[in-house]
């Protein structure tokens, strides 16, 4: 009977695990679910007089007594005036729409319209728009980034510019796929997009990266890693070894090519294989479209290079950092910064890290970029 009380113990211990992987995996679904399904709303803000009150309050920190008595009252000058010419922008933009209007309402008179002459407002200063994506291993951020596409495509002009800034490691194929696929909407609508890159765009954070006009790094950012990996964990040998069997049923020769559980085949290992090639075909030929002078087959060997060095590859196009990039536009553009946040519960808050945490255990074996 001793046999008997050994492979009850073994049993136990067996449904232990597999319940608390259950467990484990409804969990993180569940919570996903709640991510997914939260109501949320766009914050939009005006970035640049952020910094432009750190410059004047820099200014004033220098400057003795008098001189800043001075400056605040050239301030105030200054934004009086400002205040003034946006009420007679305002108040020209107005009248061109009523004259407009009447020249409409003329048209549809049986009389001859009178030409009416316009005053056009003084032009406006061009935005940039600064989106940010941070993403996770199942690029799950894909759906806030796809809300705040949205809302600057609702009101984007043809001088405005879009800056993405940028950081992931890379992950599954098909969240990357669809984060790329969004970013490509600046692009195939012709706005200026640029994907600023601080800490690291690797495999399909770099693809992401691909679909901007241009991409900028700081010097020890890591991009690259063209490649594709996955990797499977297989304890078919463990249960054997206490004769417990599996049993997978499939309909189609490759529905289920290798397993957790199962014993795994050489042709199953070669069909995993092929179609890791193909997966890897599919991300060289898109670094290729939108990256045309990059030399596909040198870089696309899954190594990554810090941007410093990814720059004379043709992989990065400037060396800055995100700061020093939307500073070098403040004289020229308002800066706007779009996210989109989701309202979510404490205990959301709370399990959000623990969800992340989960996830890296569990997807490792999905194919990732």
């Known amino acids: 009977m001793h046999w008997f009380s050994e492979y009850s113990l073994f049993l136990a211990e067996t449904a232990t695990v597999v319940i608390a992987i259950l467990a484990v995996l409804v969990f993180i679904l569940s919570q996903r679910r709640k991510l997914a399904t939260a109501a949320g709303h766009l914050s939009v803000k005006d970035v640049s007089k952020e910094y432009e009150q750190i410059k004047d309050d820099m200014l004033m920190s220098s400057m003795d007594e008098l001189e800043a008595k001075l400056f605040t009252k ?206 890897h075909l599919l991300f060289k030929d898109f670094v290729k479209e939108y990256r045309p002078n990059v030399d596909i087959e040198q870089v696309a060997t899954g190594e990554h290079w810090f941007a410093s060095q990814a720059k004379d590859k043709g992989l990065v196009d400037e060396i800055s950092t995100s700061d020093d990039f939307i500073l070098s536009h403040l004289e020229s553009h308002k800066i706007i910064s779009v996210k989109y946040q989701r309202k979510q519960k404490l205990s959301e808050k709370l399990s959000k890290n623990v969800v992340k945490g989960l996830e890296r255990l569990f997807l490792r074996h999905e194919k990732g970029l």
Not at 183 to 201: Q, S, Y
Not at 224 to 248: T, Y
Request: hydrophobic fraction near 40%; proline fraction near 4%; charged fraction near 30%.
């Open 74 to 279: 050239d301030l105030k000058k200054q934004k009086k005036l400002e205040k003034k010419q946006a009420k007679i922008v305002a108040k020209q933009k107005k009248k061109v729409e009523k004259n407009n209007q009447q020249s409409v309402e003329q048209s549809n008179t049986a009389e001859p319209a009178t030409p009416v002459a316009e005053e056009t407002p003084d032009k406006a200063k061009a935005k940039l728009f600064v989106l940010s994506f941070n993403g996770s291993m199942d690029a799950h951020e894909v759906e806030e980034l796809r809300q705040e596409i949205t809302a600057v495509l609702a009101i984007i002009k043809p001088e405005d510019e879009v800056v993405v800034k940028l950081e992931s490691p890379g992950g599954v194929v098909h969240g990357y796929g669809l984060a790329a696929s969004q970013l490509l909407r600046f692009r195939t609508r012709n706005i200026p997009f640029t994907a600023v890159v601080d800490k690291v765009a690797a495999s399909g954070g770099y693809m992401m990266a691909c679909t901007a006009n241009k991409i900028v790094a700081a010097p020890f950012a890591i991009v690259g890693s063209i490649g594709v990996v996955a990797q499977i964990p297989n304890f078919n040998r463990l249960l054997k070894k206490h004769d417990v069997d599996i049993e997978l049923q499939t309909a189609g020769a490759y529905k289920r090519t290798l397993t957790m559980f199962g014993e795994n085949t050489d042709e199953g290992r070669q069909k995993f294989k092929q179609e890791l090639e193909e997966t």
